[in-house]
């Protein structure tokens, strides 16, 4: 297991960028699939976006995609979602989550970050 924390969230106004960042502890970071995913209130979590262990394979929601970018730097132990076009739809607690390779589930999650997009 590792442990998650994530940061940069914030209030921006509609059509602005943030970048959220997400610091893994622990020595195997590389051996992980990193996920975002977020929850609006009074919603269910949904998925956004994923990444793969060596950052070869990226997988992006349908209502992020083209907007958001997920990357990793394996060095650092982190993971980033890069955030642009921002909507006030996209308001919500972001999280990212660790899936061990070869594991069926994300058994690691952060504590989450708040992202408000006002209109």
């Known amino acids: 297991q590792v442990q998650l924390v994530e940061s940069g969230g914030g209030l921006v106004q509609a059509g602005g960028s943030l970048r959220l960042s997400c610091a893994a502890s622990?020595?195997?970071?590389?051996?992980?699939?990193m996920g975002w995913f977020r929850q609006a209130p009074g919603k269910e979590r949904e998925f956004v976006a994923r990444?793969?262990?060596?950052?070869?394979?990226?997988y992006y929601a349908d209502s992020v995609k083209g907007r958001f970018t997920i990357s990793r730097d394996n060095a650092k132990n982190t993971v980033y979602l890069q955030m642009n076009s921002l909507k006030p739809a996209d308001t919500a607690v972001y999280y990212c989550?660790?899936?061990?390779?070869?594991?069926?589930?994300?058994?690691?999650w952060g504590q989450g970050t708040q992202v408000t997009i006002s209109s």
């Open positions: 989550a660790a899936q061990r390779v070869g594991s069926p589930t994300y058994g690691s």
């Open positions: 622990g020595r195997t970071f590389s051996s992980y699939t």
């Open positions: 990444i793969s262990w060596s950052a070869g394979t990226t």
